[in-house]
């Protein structure tokens, strides 16, 4: 059986569209977590597992999650850059000391959670206006 070029075009048509589809489902949220024991600027790769910076700027739909559980020998400060967009934040370092979360605003995407796990550090976030609570 010949092929015509109507159904070879089908054919195209319809293996890019699955392979589009299925990129789609499979693609993952850059989750990482904070991997020093130091102060720092969220925004640089460097202070991150696989230098992989999670959420983005400006953004209102990042489904990434940042962990912050490095074991921690002193209080940390994280910079935050303006209007920095995270789908979540999980706290969950194993030591009595905290993170602070400072100077930008952190906007988490719509159904977002920022959760400490029970036990860890007292830690400190800011709003969308800069300001900071306890969390």
Known sequence: MKKT???TRAFTILTA???VLLAAHFAEADSSGWAVDADGNWAL????????????PGGTDSMDIATFGFTLTADRVVTVPANWNIGGITFSNTSDFKY???TGAIRLTNGGVIRTASGNGDHTGCDQRG???PG
């Open 45 to 56: 790769d460097t202070n991150w597992d696989g230098n992989i910076v999670p959420g983005i």
């Open 131 to 133: 300001d900071r609570h």
């Open 5 to 7: 070029p109507a159904a």
């Open 17 to 19: 569209s699955i392979a």
């Open 100 to 102: 602070t979360l400072q």
